[in-house]
């Protein structure tokens, strides 16, 4: 029995060795992500900056119903969900491209070409989205752009094109966009999948005589399906989350219809249209049913796969 207890303890001084690891990460999460929900009170007050919450400010649901009833708010919210739908739907169909590249750079036999992808590829992930549009307005602006003066330097086109004025393909610009900045970064872990994938598979395919392409089908993509199902679980939960920054960025009076989703929405309303309180009960409803998007994934792949990220 000494000797049982004697063996336990290191276990649990590791226990709580780890625990204090991750500590700062879960302070900050709470910190960043919990205490500032607190802020959803003012949901319910006609919030102005520099006022109280007096109770004669107090409007109950008000703001929600105004979601549901004022007919101009109605179309914006149709609008927006339309564009944040339409380009979250694109992610989603293109949600295996980051494994794809994760498969092809491991096939990369040269070392140090695979290592100078790799690395030319995630560092656009580094790169802010102001920076970006700064790349994006010196290749695509109409009179100095680097793209138009080529275009017209060849005779193709007489007039610079707008191509970043328009709303025409801003869906499948600023998906292009976000695979640039995104797809290395998001390569990486399933790179780390690969390297946990037993070797041995891999020998006794060869023995087998098996070649790359049919490794790679009955042992590489099987060893990483796990992973992708869960990362589209947390995708599927984040359907309507498209984010701000970059549609923000790229925003302006000739595309804002088709551009404008839901978080940068919820922004122009509360920050540039100063509708504190209803911006802040749309980010409550979007919470509110990104949690059921959540909950939904997980019993589907409960049932289809008989595995849960809870």
Sequence with gaps: MIERAGNAGPKIQAKYRLLLMILPFI??????SYVPLAGWVLAFFDYRPGFSLSPERFVGFDNFKLILTDRYAVADIIRVMKNTLGMSFLGLLTSWMPMAFAILLNEIRVKNVRK????????????????????????????DGFINRFLMAIGAIDDGVNFLGGGTHVWLGMWGWGTWKG???????????IMSIDQELYEAARVDGAGRFRCIWHITIPGLLPTYFVLLILSIANFIN????????????????AIEV???????????GIRYSYSIAIGILKSVVSLILLFTATSVSKIFRKESIF
């Design 183 to 193: 797809l290395g970064w998001g390569s990486i872990v399933y790179i780390a999948s």
């Design 262 to 272: 839901l978080d940068l929405y919820v922004y122009n309303q509360g920050i540039g």
């Design 242 to 257: 498209s984010g701000m920054e970059s549609y923000y960025v790229f925003q302006n009076p000739m595309n804002k219809s």
């Design 116 to 143: 100078t992808v790799q690395t030319l590829t995630t560092l656009p992930n580094f790169i802010s989205w102001v920076l970006v549009f700064s790349i994006a307005f010196a290749m695509f602006s109409v009179n």
């Design 27 to 32: 302070i900050l999460t709470f910190l960043l």
